[in-house]
C-alpha cells in the first residue's frame, strides 16, 4: 500500500486531476507532463494552437495537449486538458453607502435659478408696456427677449424672467417687420424703406443700416451670414452678418417672407407663390422648390424637418425629403407665427386670440392657449414660450 501511494505522489497534480476529468481513455493517451509554454488568451475558433499553450474559454483555463490543435476545449479531451474550473458564485456584499443627493426636479423656475434671483419668477403672465406700438417679430438673445414695435420702428427689451421692460431703442425709421439676433448683434428689416439696421445687442446703439431689396419682410441668421427675404423684389439678400456687405441676391418665388436655416440649407416661403424653396447657402442656388399649401407665411425647424404656416388654409405642413408629408388643418384662421420649443410647435393664428401647440411626433394638439388679439410673433427662450399680439399692444408669456 505504502509503495502505491509513493506512486502516486510521483504525479503533479496537474496531472492527476486531468485524468480524474478526462477518465480512464485520455489519461491512458498522456504520457508525460505538458509544460505551460504560452497564454493566448480567449480561445478563437478557426485558430490553431500548439502544445503547451494556454487560452480561456467559458469562463475557464485550457491547455491544448497536442500539436496544430484546432479543436474547442472541452470538445475533445485528448486535445485539452481543464486547468482551472470557474468558482461557484460568492455570497452577496453588504451595501454601499447612499449616493449624494440629485439635482432639483423640473418644478422650479429655471430662468430663476440661472439668474440666482430666488423669488418667484413669472411663470405665465402678460405685459402691457407704454412702449409696445403693433408688436410683431421677436428674437431672443440668451439673455433678455427683443420686441419690434411695427407701428413706431423701435425695439423694447424685455427681462425673461420677470417681464419688465428693461429698455426701448430706436430701431428703425420706417416699419419694423423682422428681427434676428446673430450672437452679438440684433437685426431689423424696414420694410418701408428697403433696409436692415444693425444693433449692439449691449446698449442698442446703431452699428449700421444696409440696402437690401424692396419690402424685406424675413430674416435668418446662419452663423455667418445674415439672409434677408425681399417680398416686393421675389430675392433673399445675403450679407456679411460682420460689416453689413451685401454678398450677393438670389431669386426665389414670389413675395418671400418667411425663411429659416437648418444647419445645412436656407428655406424661403413663397407667399404668392404656394411654395417654398431650398437654396443652397455657398451660392444662393436653389436646390428643390416644393408646393405647399395657400399663402405660406413662416417656417420653422424642428431638427429633422421643415414646417411652413399656411396663412390662407389656415393650416401647418411638415416638408420631408420629397415634399409635404403632412399637413395640420387648424381651427380658426390666419395661421402665420411658428416656432420650435425642443418638442412642440405653436402656431399664432392672428385671426384669434389664442396660440396651438402641437406635438410634432402624433401632430395631435398638445394645448391651446389664450393671448391678446392679432398674435403676430413668437419666440422660445428656453424656459418659456412668448408672444407679442398686434392688436391688443401686448405680450404674453406661456
Given at each position: 500500500?505504502?509503495?502505491?501511494?509513493?506512486?502516486?505522489?510521483?504525479?503533479?497534480?496537474?496531472?492527476?486531476?486531468?485524468?480524474?476529468?478526462?477518465?480512464?481513455?485520455?489519461?491512458?493517451?498522456?504520457?508525460?507532463?505538458?509544460?505551460?509554454?504560452?497564454?493566448?488568451?480567449?480561445?478563437?475558433?478557426?485558430?490553431?494552437?500548439?502544445?503547451?499553450?494556454?487560452?480561456?474559454?467559458?469562463n475557464?483555463?485550457?491547455?491544448?495537449?497536442?500539436?496544430?490543435?484546432?479543436?474547442?476545449?472541452?470538445?475533445?479531451?485528448?486535445?485539452?486538458?481543464?486547468?482551472?474550473?470557474?468558482g461557484?458564485?460568492?455570497?452577496?456584499?453588504?451595501?454601499?453607502?447612499?449616493?449624494?443627493?440629485?439635482?432639483?426636479?423640473?418644478?422650479?423656475?429655471?430662468?430663476?435659478?440661472?439668474?440666482?434671483?430666488?423669488?418667484?419668477?413669472?411663470?405665465?403672465?402678460?405685459?402691457?408696456?407704454?412702449?409696445?406700438?403693433?408688436?410683431?417679430?421677436?428674437?431672443?438673445?440668451?439673455?433678455?427677449?427683443?420686441?419690434?414695435?411695427?407701428?413706431?420702428?423701435?425695439?423694447?427689451?424685455?427681462?425673461?424672467?420677470?417681464?419688465?421692460?428693461?429698455?426701448?431703442?430706436?430701431?428703425?425709421?420706417?416699419?419694423?417687420?423682422?428681427?434676428?439676433?446673430?450672437?452679438?448683434?440684433?437685426?431689423?428689416?424696414?420694410?418701408?424703406?428697403?433696409?436692415?439696421?444693425?444693433?449692439?445687442?449691449?446698449?442698442?446703439?446703431?452699428?449700421?443700416?444696409?440696402?437690401?431689396?424692396?419690402?424685406?419682410?424675413?430674416?435668418?441668421?446662419?452663423?455667418?451670414?445674415?439672409?434677408?427675404?425681399?417680398?416686393?423684389?421675389?430675392?433673399?439678400?445675403?450679407?456679411?452678418?460682420?460689416?453689413?456687405?451685401?454678398?450677393?441676391?438670389?431669386?426665389?418665388?414670389?413675395?418671400?417672407?418667411?425663411?429659416?436655416?437648418?444647419g445645412?440649407?436656407?428655406?424661403?416661403?413663397?407667399?404668392?407663390?404656394d411654395?417654398?424653396?431650398?437654396?443652397?447657402?455657398?451660392?444662393?442656388?436653389?436646390?428643390?422648390?416644393?408646393?405647399v399649401?395657400?399663402?405660406p407665411?413662416?417656417?420653422?425647424?424642428?431638427?429633422?424637418?421643415?414646417?411652413?404656416?399656411?396663412?390662407?388654409?389656415?393650416?401647418?405642413?411638415?416638408?420631408?425629403?420629397?415634399?409635404?408629408?403632412?399637413?395640420?388643418?387648424?381651427?380658426?384662421?390666419?395661421?402665420d407665427?411658428?416656432?420650435?420649443?425642443?418638442?412642440r410647435?405653436?402656431?399664432?393664428?392672428?385671426?384669434s386670440?389664442?396660440?396651438r401647440?402641437?406635438?410634432?411626433?402624433?401632430?395631435?394638439?398638445?394645448?391651446?392657449?389664450?393671448?391678446?388679439?392679432?398674435?403676430?410673433?413668437?419666440?422660445?427662450?428656453?424656459?418659456?414660450?412668448?408672444?407679442?399680439?398686434?392688436?391688443?399692444?401686448?405680450?404674453?408669456?406661456?
Amino acid at each position: 500500500m505504502g509503495h502505491m501511494t509513493n506512486r502516486w505522489l510521483m504525479f503533479p497534480l496537474w496531472m492527476l486531476l486531468a485524468m480524474a476529468y478526462l477518465g480512464p481513455a485520455a489519461a491512458a493517451a498522456v504520457q508525460r507532463p505538458v509544460a505551460i509554454t504560452s497564454y493566448r488568451g480567449a480561445f478563437a475558433p478557426g485558430s490553431v494552437y500548439q502544445k503547451g499553450q494556454v487560452v480561456s474559454h467559458d469562463n475557464q483555463s485550457w491547455i491544448s495537449l497536442v500539436k496544430k490543435n484546432k479543436a474547442v476545449p472541452g470538445s475533445d479531451p485528448l486535445a485539452w486538458a481543464l486547468l482551472a474550473a470557474q468558482g461557484a458564485t460568492g455570497t452577496q456584499g453588504p451595501a454601499g453607502e447612499a449616493g449624494p443627493r440629485g439635482p432639483a426636479g423640473p418644478s422650479l423656475n429655471l430662468q430663476q435659478i440661472a439668474q440666482l434671483k430666488w423669488y418667484a419668477g413669472n411663470q405665465a403672465a402678460t405685459f402691457a408696456w407704454g412702449s409696445f406700438n403693433s408688436p410683431g417679430a421677436m428674437a431672443y438673445d440668451g439673455n433678455r427677449l427683443w420686441v419690434v414695435n411695427e407701428g413706431a420702428g423701435t425695439v423694447s427689451v424685455l427681462d425673461p424672467s420677470t417681464g419688465n421692460l428693461l429698455a426701448t431703442y430706436p430701431g428703425v425709421a420706417g416699419t419694423a417687420s423682422a428681427i434676428a439676433y446673430d450672437g452679438a448683434g440684433i437685426w431689423i428689416a424696414d420694410s418701408s424703406n428697403g433696409t436692415v439696421t444693425k444693433l449692439s445687442g449691449h446698449d442698442g446703439s446703431v452699428i449700421g443700416t444696409y440696402g437690401v431689396g424692396n419690402n424685406p419682410a424675413g430674416l435668418a441668421f446662419d452663423g455667418v451670414f445674415l439672409w434677408v427675404t425681399n417680398g416686393g423684389d421675389n430675392t433673399v439678400t445675403k450679407l456679411a452678418a460682420a460689416g453689413g456687405a451685401v454678398i450677393a441676391t438670389y431669386p426665389v418665388g414670389a413675395n418671400p417672407m418667411g425663411i429659416a436655416y437648418d444647419g445645412s440649407n436656407i428655406w424661403v416661403a413663397n407667399n404668392g407663390a404656394d411654395s417654398v424653396t431650398k437654396l443652397n447657402p455657398l451660392d444662393g442656388s436653389a436646390v428643390a422648390t416644393y408646393t405647399v399649401p395657400s399663402q405660406p407665411r413662416r417656417l420653422a425647424y424642428d431638427g429633422s424637418h421643415v414646417w411652413v404656416t399656411s396663412f390662407g388654409t389656415s393650416e401647418v405642413s411638415r416638408i420631408g425629403s420629397g415634399g409635404v408629408d403632412r399637413v395640420v388643418p387648424l381651427e380658426g384662421t390666419g395661421a402665420d407665427a411658428l416656432v420650435f420649443d425642443g418638442k412642440r410647435l405653436w402656431v399664432a393664428k392672428s385671426g384669434s386670440a389664442e396660440v396651438r401647440a402641437i406635438d410634432i411626433e402624433t401632430s395631435a394638439n398638445a394645448g391651446i392657449y389664450g393671448t391678446g388679439n392679432q398674435p403676430a410673433g413668437l419666440v422660445f427662450d428656453g424656459s418659456h414660450v412668448w408672444v407679442s399680439s398686434r392688436g391688443s399692444n401686448t405680450v404674453t408669456k406661456h
